[in-house]
């Protein structure tokens, strides 16, 4: 049964969720005991229920929510992987839980141990030369990154370089990012491989670029293999290049954007390292640097001296702090959890399996779905709805249909520079019988575009609300319970 | 998909309805169909000045949200207040519906836009593109 009605409007007068045996002792006056003046007049407005109702009405609403653990959840772009529970257990340590960000140092040591670890592990898998764990998003990292490329241009006197260059395929944390951090961006368009075009890239390098950021894999999931010749582009026009790591889930233990010479990258702990991700977070989203940036990393930097972990904080050319504390802790054991669980090889084989599950999706769906950009790709597919759009049956249709077959929708129309883009990334976790269900309601929905596209075009019909108005739901939403609406 | 045959019309979808000096721009229904239905407009400041090919003003529909460039030089005019708390307006018609008038710093200009059937034929060359 579903439960449409706030907790309000089944409120009941003289309905109530407890009962009390009589009061055996005398009763003080409240007056006594508190200011008149801060008493209030009248009831406060609660809803009236049951314990029952309440039970059953915040159970029901707990299980609206749809997240890894209850189904499949191919949402491009974002790695919605399982997160094993051994990293939640490990996490919840009271020597982790119950640690006091204002505690002394020597009295922290194995916290600030595992932060100096999980740098060093994280700097070897990205090939970077040193990481700070401090961002808590992926955003924040883009921003922290960009304000080092900042601080690097004017510690060399030069202050030309106020334009940062973002292909048009980027995720669009990148030009967001490029704005706050006080750069000008400027677009370089993509090639039909789907890559950067090398040449609009050399014709937009001068003396006012003070860098690249790049996504690689891109956001179409297809690794673009100019890259070392891209980074020569850059470099030998004085810009540095930075690496959007939200793909990394594709080539863990197998390329490492250091080598590919990046100068800088975030890494999202929330998608590729398995913690939460989700539900407001918190995330991290760890910086890493080469070795001429390493003096404008945010304080404080982990220090290690003999056998002891320190707080520094003596770096004259820091950008500064960039968050409260020391980042999100919590994340950071979880992730490294995940890291030690997994080894070495069985990164590479999270990579792996992630471009094979891919690729089987793409195989499996590419008579049926049209792929704008048909080639092997890596840990996600894109699709567009270009076959189904001549039925009327769009991406967001198709999106909403796959809510009756009880799964996440994929993200839809990104890439920008795909018509009607349905974007699925299944991840490493998931079993070919799961992948396999999938792809049979993606054939199934196909069908239905072809031959009853009312149907596709009404969904979803299962879910608590059915299909919204997203005008009225964008321009008029209402927010909130109001007592005489 | 309509297009009238009085208007002229850029490379980026916006359509100008001259009139002397002055011109009015919108949005063309290509554009309309591709952006998805309208939710939020950012129209421009009145007496701003507008530059060819630059950003005139921004849409934001269910699905993305994009700039609205400028086929014209000169200076906005007159900004069509209605559609700020309106904009689904655009939805319904979008070539009753527009955006800014500008009064024209170089009218020539116009002469650098396409006519409907060009326009047209432009279209047929995206959607072309699209479907290889």
Same mark, same amino acid.
């Given at each position: 049964?579903?439960?449409?009605?706030?907790?309000?409007?089944?409120?009941?007068?003289?309905?109530?969720?407890?009962?009390?045996?009589?009061?055996?002792?005398?009763?003080?006056?409240?007056?006594?005991?508190?200011?008149?003046?801060?008493?209030?007049?009248?009831?406060? =407005?609660?809803?009236?229920?049951?314990?029952?109702?309440?039970?059953?009405?915040?159970?029901?609403?707990?299980?609206?929510?749809?997240?890894?653990?209850?189904?499949?959840?191919?949402?491009?772009?974002?790695?919605?992987?399982?997160?094993?529970?051994?990293?939640?257990?490990?996490?919840?340590?009271?020597?982790?839980?119950?640690?006091?960000?204002?505690?002394?140092?020597?009295?922290?040591?194995?916290?600030?141990?595992?932060?100096?670890?999980?740098?060093?592990?994280?700097?070897?898998?990205?090939?970077?030369?040193?990481?700070?764990?401090?961002?808590?998003?992926?955003?924040?990292?883009?921003?922290?990154?960009?304000?080092?490329?900042?601080?690097?241009?004017?510690?060399?006197?030069?202050?030309?370089?106020?334009?940062?260059?973002?292909?048009?395929?980027?995720?669009?944390?990148?030009?967001?990012?490029?704005?706050?951090?006080?750069?000008?961006?400027?677009?370089?368009?993509?090639?039909?491989?789907?890559?950067?075009?090398?040449?609009?890239?050399?014709?937009?390098? =001068?003396?006012?670029?003070?860098?690249?950021?790049?996504? =690689?894999?891109?956001?179409?999931?297809?690794?673009?293999?100019?890259?070392?010749?891209?980074?020569?582009?850059?470099?030998?026009?004085?810009?540095?290049?930075?690496?959007?790591?939200?793909?990394?889930?594709?080539?863990?233990?197998?390329?490492?954007?250091?080598?590919?010479?990046?100068?800088?990258?975030?890494?999202?702990?929330?998608?590729?390292?398995?913690?939460?991700?989700?539900?407001?977070?918190?995330?991290?989203?760890?910086?890493?640097?080469?070795?001429?940036?390493?003096?404008?990393?945010?304080?404080?930097?982990?220090?290690?001296?003999?056998?002891?972990?320190?707080?520094?904080?003596?770096?004259?050319?820091?950008?500064?702090?960039?968050?409260?504390?020391?980042?999100?802790?919590?994340?950071?054991?979880?992730?490294?959890?995940?890291?030690?669980?997994?080894?070495?090889?069985?990164?590479?084989?999270?990579?792996?399996?992630?471009?094979?599950?891919?690729?089987?999706?793409?195989?499996?769906?590419?008579?049926?779905?049209?792929?704008?950009?048909?080639?092997?790709?890596?840990?996600?597919?894109?699709?567009?709805?270009?076959?189904?759009?001549?039925?009327?049956?769009?991406?967001?249709?198709?999106?909403?249909?796959?809510?009756?077959?009880?799964?996440?929708?994929?993200?839809?129309?990104?890439?920008?520079?795909?018509?009607?883009?349905?974007?699925?990334?299944?991840?490493?976790?998931?079993?070919?019988?799961?992948?396999?269900?999938?792809?049979?309601?993606?054939?199934?929905?196909?069908?239905?575009?072809?031959?009853?596209?009312?149907?596709?075009?009404?969904?979803?019909?299962?879910?608590?609300?059915?299909?919204?108005?997203?005008?009225?739901?964008?321009?008029?939403?209402?927010?909130?319970?109001?007592?005489?609406? | 998909?309509?297009?009238?045959?009085?208007?002229?019309?850029?490379?980026?979808?916006?359509?100008?309805?001259?009139?002397?000096?002055?011109?009015?721009?919108?949005?063309?229904?290509?554009?309309?169909?591709?952006?998805?239905?309208?939710?939020?407009?950012?129209?421009?400041?009145?007496?701003?000045?507008?530059?060819?090919?630059?950003?005139?003003?921004?849409?934001?529909?269910?699905?993305?949200?994009?700039?609205?460039?400028?086929?014209?030089?000169?200076?906005?005019?007159?900004?069509?207040?209605?559609?700020?708390?309106?904009?689904?307006?655009?939805?319904?018609?979008?070539?009753?519906?527009?955006?800014?008038?500008?009064?024209?710093?170089?009218?020539?200009?116009?002469?650098?836009?396409?006519?409907?059937?060009?326009?047209?034929?432009?279209?047929?060359?995206?959607?072309?593109?699209?479907?290889?």
């Amino acid at each position: 049964m579903k439960d449409k009605f706030l907790i309000f409007e089944m409120s009941r007068p003289g309905r109530k969720a407890y009962s009390l045996p009589e009061c055996d002792v005398p009763q003080k006056e409240l007056t006594s005991m508190i200011n008149p003046e801060y008493l209030r007049k009248e009831a406060p =407005n609660l809803p009236e229920v049951s314990e029952l109702e309440a039970v059953r009405h915040f159970t029901q609403l707990s299980q609206r929510n749809y997240g890894v653990d209850s189904g499949f959840y191919p949402l491009g772009s974002c790695t919605m992987k399982y997160n094993p529970k051994v990293n939640e257990l490990v996490a919840g340590y009271d020597g982790f839980r119950k640690l006091h960000p204002y505690q002394n140092g020597e009295s922290v040591q194995g916290a600030l141990e595992l932060m100096y670890s999980l740098s060093e592990m994280l700097a070897e898998i990205t090939g970077m030369d040193q990481v700070s764990l401090q961002p808590a998003a992926g955003a924040h990292g883009e921003a922290t990154g960009l304000m080092m490329i900042k601080a690097y241009h004017r510690s060399r006197n030069d202050f030309r370089r106020t334009k940062i260059i973002i292909p048009d395929s980027a995720h669009g944390t990148n030009p967001a990012s490029a704005a706050m951090a006080g750069f000008q961006n400027i677009e370089v368009k993509s090639n039909v491989e789907g890559g950067i075009d090398l040449d609009a890239l050399k014709s937009l390098m =001068n003396d006012e670029i003070a860098g690249l950021m790049l996504t =690689n894999p891109n956001t179409l999931g297809l690794f673009d293999k100019n890259i070392l010749e891209i980074a020569e582009i850059v470099h030998s026009a004085g810009g540095l290049l930075y690496y959007d790591g939200a793909n990394l889930n594709a080539v863990m233990g197998i390329s490492r954007p250091g080598d590919m010479g990046f100068d800088v990258v975030h890494v999202n702990l929330h998608k590729t390292f398995s913690t939460p991700h989700g539900g407001g977070g918190p995330g991290a989203g760890p910086v890493g640097v080469k070795k001429t940036l390493i003096p404008f990393l945010p304080v404080p930097v982990i220090g290690k001296q003999e056998e002891n972990y320190y707080l520094d904080y003596e770096r004259p050319l820091t950008i500064g702090r960039i968050k409260s504390f020391y980042g999100n802790f919590g994340v950071l054991v979880r992730a490294y959890a995940y890291i030690i669980s997994m080894g070495a090889e069985g990164l590479r084989e999270v990579s792996e399996t992630a471009v094979l599950n891919a690729n089987y999706i793409a195989s499996r769906l590419k008579d049926i779905y049209a792929m704008p950009y048909n080639r092997i790709c890596m840990h996600e597919c894109v699709f567009s709805a270009d076959y189904q759009i001549k039925n009327g049956v769009s991406a967001l249709d198709i999106a909403k249909r796959l809510l009756d077959f009880g799964y996440h929708p994929p993200t839809i129309y990104f890439p920008l520079i795909v018509h009607e883009a349905l974007m699925i990334e299944p991840t490493e976790c998931e079993t070919l019988e799961t992948l396999d269900e999938f792809i049979e309601s993606m054939r199934i929905i196909a069908s239905e575009a072809e031959n009853s596209p009312e149907t596709v075009k009404g969904a979803p019909y299962t879910t608590v609300i059915s299909r919204l108005d997203e005008v009225s739901a964008a321009r008029t939403p209402i927010l909130r319970w109001k007592k005489d609406l | 998909m309509e297009i009238k045959k009085e208007l002229m019309y850029s490379k980026t979808h916006e359509w100008v309805k001259a009139d002397g000096q002055k011109a009015y721009i919108g949005l063309t229904d290509y554009a309309r169909i591709q952006l998805g239905q309208i939710v939020f407009i950012d129209l421009p400041e009145i007496n701003s000045t507008a530059e060819a090919e630059q950003s005139l003003a921004e849409v934001e529909s269910v699905k993305a949200v994009a700039e609205v460039l400028s086929p014209i030089s000169g200076t906005v005019n007159e900004v069509n207040e209605a559609l700020i708390n309106n904009p689904e307006l655009i939805n319904e018609d979008v070539y009753g519906s527009w955006l800014v008038l500008i009064e024209m710093s170089d009218p020539a200009e116009i002469n650098n836009l396409m006519n409907s059937e060009e326009y047209e034929n432009f279209c047929k060359t995206l959607s072309e593109e699209e479907s290889h």
